[in-house]
């Protein structure tokens, strides 16, 4: 047996993880009491609990620095929280801040991620790929994601991430 394969059998097979999704416009119509759609949220939250991953709580915030630095942190702090995954704010608008948020304060980046997703993302969207700033680290031992806001960018993200979460939880326990 190779020894990825060894340690994706010794993963943990449950994980906690909470979903952030940054998008002022759906946040202002939360605000308003409005329901609005965020359909990558709900995919994320769809495709961890079909692989059996928990999702403690979601939250909906706005493109702002504080916040997201905010709610990362406060959901690192929680000690029964094993990762985080955000979606929204990665692009090139002024508005777009998830990474400038966040990227300092990884203790480390994973940047294999970036890059995998931008090479994969290029057969579907060709050059337009590079646009993304799609981004992962960690931050205190635990794993946070930054995707794209769209559902398509989101799926190809989650299936990276799935298949090598509680892998790279496993190695982060050590």
Sequence with gaps: MHPVDEHREAAPKTLSVVVITVSTSRYEKLMKGEEPEDVSGAEIRTMLEARGH?????????????MVRLEVLNAIKDGSVDAVILTGGTGFTESDVTVEALS?????????????????????????SMLSRATAGIISKKPVFCLPGSPDAVRL????????????????SK
């Design 54 to 66: 928990k999702v403690p709580y979601y939250r909906l915030i706005p493109d702002d620095k504080t």
């Design 157 to 172: 993200a989650m299936n990276l991430i799935l298949d090598e979460l509680p892998h790279l939880k496993l190695m982060l």
């Design 104 to 128: 300092p304060l990884f203790d480390r980046e994973i940047e294999g991620f970036g890059e995998l997703f931008r090479m994969l993302s290029y057969r579907e969207v060709g050059s337009a």
